[in-house]
């Protein structure tokens, strides 16, 4: 199957006390490029993320897109320090014994004291983090290829069917060449009796100027090479997979051939399809940068 680098994929997941969404979305690149946006509690997992997500995408502009939040507000709790408290509370009846003060130390003044009471983060539970991240990623992962694997469907209908109006020009053009060398010898022959009135025509002559006509408008091989990656690019298509580097090399050839072919063409008929042929495989090209 071919798969286009254009997609999209949206995933969503929630355990109760943590949600993660993830969204992935893709444009033309000619290698892969991963650009990952994502909070800072979760920069720890990038590594594996950029991991998972090579196992679903070879090529492309990759654009991924990671919320997290946690649903129960309860990702910090309150520490209490008894050593720092016992320090403040030796000190504070020192002070008291020294100079003569009353002891009136109450609970809630010393809770206070810089240090007795404070708040923590708890501590993330990585595996449990990592695991909600990875489910919900493979899952946008698989929608997103779904995604591509439509539009390289069509795409690839589209193109098989470019190629077989492109056989359709390459026919004509074949069936066509053996005809334009059979008129210019007969305008030649015409030509020449016209100027020679009646005096006999020199049918050596005639031939080696029919011979070196043919011989420099001939695009017999250009042809069979064009057919040929015209056929082979029909059944890359159909065998799928990631095609889109051999696909454009094949379409530069192409494009080699129908140059060639153009620019040895005496005919007006050959050079308007040749010119068909041309624009045909330009619209290949610009198709074959969007696949895989």
Not at 65 to 74: D, K, P, R, S, W
Not at 195 to 201: G, R, Y
Not at 227 to 240: F, M, Q, V, Y
Request: negative net charge.
């Amino acid at each position: 199957m071919i798969k286009s680098m254009t997609g999209f994929g949206r995933f969503e997941t929630s355990d109760g006390t943590r949600k993660c969404t993830v969204e992935i979305k893709s444009v033309n690149h000619r290698y892969l490029d991963l650009a990952i946006k994502m909070p800072k509690k979760l920069n720890f997992f990038e590594a594996s993320i950029r991991n998972v997500l090579k196992e679903y995408i070879q090529r492309g502009k990759v654009d991924v897109f990671i919320t997290y939040e946690e649903v129960a507000e309860q990702n910090v709790c309150i520490k209490y320090n008894s050593e720092i408290a016992g320090e403040y509370l030796k000190y504070l009846r020192q002070m008291a014994e020294e100079f003569g003060l009353d002891d009136d130390i109450r609970v809630s003044t010393l809770s206070r004291y810089p240090e007795v009471l404070t708040m923590d983060e708890v501590s993330i539970d990585e595996e449990e983090i990592w695991n909600l991240l990875e489910g919900t990623l493979r899952k946008a992962a698989e929608g997103f290829v779904e995604s591509r694997i439509k539009e390289g469907e069509n795409l690839k209908n589209d193109m098989v069917s470019k190629l077989d109006g492109m056989l359709t020009h390459v026919d004509f053009i074949t069936e066509r060449s053996p005809i334009i060398i059979a008129e210019y010898r007969k305008r030649l022959e015409e030509k020449v009796k016209e100027l020679l009135e009646d005096n006999k025509i020199d049918e050596n002559r005639i031939l080696t100027e029919v011979t070196i006509f043919a011989d420099k408008s001939c695009v017999d091989e250009e042809l069979v090479r064009l057919r040929s990656h015209i056929e082979t690019t029909k059944e890359t298509l159909i065998a799928g997979g990631s095609v889109g580097r051999k696909l454009d090399f094949i379409a530069q050839e192409m494009n080699r051939e129908a140059n060639t072919t153009l620019s040895k063409s005496n005919d007006l008929e050959i050079s308007n399809v040749a010119i068909e042929l041309k624009t045909e495989i330009e619209k290949i090209r610009e198709q074959i940068q969007n696949i895989e």
